[in-house]
């Protein structure tokens, strides 16, 4: 094992228990920071209402840690906006924000937009189709940066229930296992004990959001992560054990769109591949049923946020 990342570990891991509420709003309080969540949401109707409903009554009603929660909706055909609107969520569609810079699709488009709309110190990003989980996942993931100024990025990390014969695992996705782990482990070793880098749950300053490029699809997650380390080095990184965490799977071939954009991520910082800002690819899968299909994958990158004048 890397020495750095052994060291790592050891100093910037917590556990959810680590950090009580009281503890964590007493830090708030103490710092005046204030904390936005965002959920980024694509066709979750059927999971976005608990998650907007858990957060606001826990975590702005019943305890003033949450200043703004929101929605980025992202081009949902179905009633994933209307069901966060009415759970209490401020919405905006991608489509609403910046609309003179067009629109993207993926994951990353909805983060990068999210600072155009949302205010606060710091920022938690949640998954919009948890069902296994808890609001302690907020109150974790803030809780390192109102303690130490240094930490400018916080990833989650916690068991998964698969189809494993000893239950529950830490492992990580299929893609996190077989495509992001080994480039850590081959070009940044530093970040080998980054539990899960590819966690849909993490926060991080906004200041140091955007001041970060972000791709528009799946590679955001990693990027960040592989950014902030060479950017301002491990102490400004920390991981926090959430638990538990459920969520719906995806298909082999979805999770070859998601392996096809963080390898770009990879090949751009590891100066293999030029002029990608608004390039793409063609992944090609086969389906025995349904012969060769034609994945469009998105390669581009949006600049830092705060270049952008608005």
């Not at 999210?114 to 948890?130: G, H, Q, R």
């Not at 940066?145 to 299929?174: A, H, N, W």
Request: negative net charge; without cysteine.
């Amino acid at each position: 094992m890397d020495a750095r990342a052994k060291d790592w570990f050891a100093a910037a891991t917590s556990s959810a228990d680590d950090w009580p509420l009281d503890r964590v709003l007493a830090a708030k309080a103490r710092t005046g920071t204030t904390v936005s969540v965002v959920i980024p949401a694509r066709n979750e109707e059927a999971t976005i209402t608990d998650v907007v409903t858990s957060i606001r009554r826990d975590l702005v009603e019943r305890a003033s840690l949450v200043d703004e929660l929101i929605v980025l909706d992202s081009l949902s055909s179905d009633a994933t906006a209307k069901r966060a609107l009415e759970a209490g969520a401020d919405v905006h569609s991608v489509a609403d924000v910046l609309p003179q810079l067009g629109i993207r699709a993926g994951k990353g488009e909805a983060l990068w937009k999210s600072l155009f709309v949302a205010t606060s110190d710091v920022i938690v990003f949640i998954d919009a189709d948890l069902t296994e989980w808890g609001t302690h996942f907020v109150t974790a993931l803030v809780g390192p940066l109102l303690e130490d100024e240094r930490v400018q990025l916080v990833k989650g990390f916690y068991d998964r229930p698969l189809e494993m014969d000893d239950g529950p695992t830490t492992q990580g996705g299929r893609v996190t296992e077989l495509v992001a782990r080994p480039v850590l482990a081959l070009h940044w070793p530093q970040l080998s004990t980054v539990v899960q880098p590819l966690a849909g749950e993490w926060a991080a300053r906004r200041a140091h959001m955007a001041s970060l490029p972000v791709p528009v699809g799946y590679g955001v997650e990693l990027a960040t992560l592989i950014d902030t380390a060479e950017r301002h080095g491990l102490s400004a990184l920390a991981q926090v054990d959430l638990g538990r965490r459920a969520h719906k799977h995806q298909s082999v071939h979805d999770l070859g769109v998601m392996a096809t954009e963080i390898l770009a991520v990879v090949a751009r910082r590891r100066a293999r591949v030029a002029a990608l800002e608004d390039g793409s690819v063609e992944l090609m899968q086969y389906l025995r049923e349904g012969g060769w299909t034609a994945r469009d994958v998105p390669l581009g990158e949006r600049p830092p946020a705060e270049t952008i004048v608005v």
